[in-house]
Antibody, heavy 115, light 107 residues
Framework: EVQLVESGGGLVQPGGSLRLSCAASGFTFSTYSMNWVRQAPGKGLEWVSYISSSSSDIHHSDSVKGRFTMSRDNAKNSLYLQMNSLRAEDTAVYYC????????WGQGTLVTVSS | EIVLTQSPEFQSVTPKEKVTITCRASQSIGSSLHWYQQKPDQSPKVLIKYASQSISGVPSRFSGSGSGTDFTLTINSLEAEDAATYYCHQSSTLPQTFGQGTKVEIK
């Protein structure tokens, strides 16, 4: 069974940092591209970042470019999102999702940026 | 950036009715269009990928069609459990984008 489990969310002050993780199981992680998608409270879905299976291709949305860095460790079946210089507008549930079609999603982890 | 415009934004429907949600892209995206269902306090779940490809485990009443700029999600014979918000998403061109969502309410 495919499982994606996010962790690392929490309350952080503006300007602070957090590192999200996504643990993958039930499939050959190293052969799939992955994405981070977020959803602000009461709002729609917003794509954040993409990474190819080998990490050769990484892309971020303009809203997080220069502040967020996506990475993966295929040996550990894990995905990461390093978030720096956090702003109030980054407050959201962050989901990891598999492949270009986002065919599996984790349960999400809540990031709250507030003083 | 490719803008996806869904319509309607809200629909109130009686059980067994047919529901049609459209998603229009601001430029051609081929068939790289996917549909998701999200119920309150749950993660999104894929219903249809690449415009019309069905997903194992998704009820057959859900179907998708279209290519280029115009796409449709159809729910035949709506059931009470289908109350949710539905999103389209394009993976053709970065940045990937989502439609604004269509909330389906059961009368």
């Amino acid at each position: 069974e495919v499982q994606l489990v996010e962790s690392g969310g929490g309350l952080v002050q503006p300007g602070g940092s957090l590192r999200l993780s996504c643990a993958a199981s039930g499939f050959t992680f190293s052969t799939y591209s992955m994405n981070w998608v977020r959803q602000a409270p009461g709002k729609g879905l917003e794509w954040v970042s993409y990474i190819s299976s080998s990490s050769s291709d990484i892309h971020h949305s303009d809203s997080v470019k220069g502040r967020f860095t996506m990475s993966r460790d295929n040996a550990k079946n894990s995905l990461y999102l390093q978030m720096n210089s956090l702003r109030a507008e980054d407050t959201a549930v962050y989901y990891c999702a598999r492949a270009s079609s986002l065919d599996y999603w984790g349960q999400g982890t809540l990031v709250t940026v507030s003083s | 950036e490719i803008v996806l415009t869904q319509s309607p934004e809200f629909q109130s429907v009686t059980p067994k009715e047919k529901v049609t949600i459209t998603c229009r892209a601001s430029q051609s995206i081929g068939s790289s269009l996917h549909w998701y269902q999200q119920k309150p306090d749950q993660s999104p779940k894929v219903l249809i990928k690449y415009a019309s490809q069905s997903i194992s485990g998704v009820p057959s009443r859900f179907s998708g069609s279209g290519s280029g700029t115009d796409f449709t999600l159809t729910i035949n014979s709506l059931e009470a459990e289908d109350a949710a918000t539905y999103y389209c998403h394009q993976s053709s061109t970065l940045p990937q984008t989502f439609g604004q969502g269509t909330k389906v309410e059961i009368k």
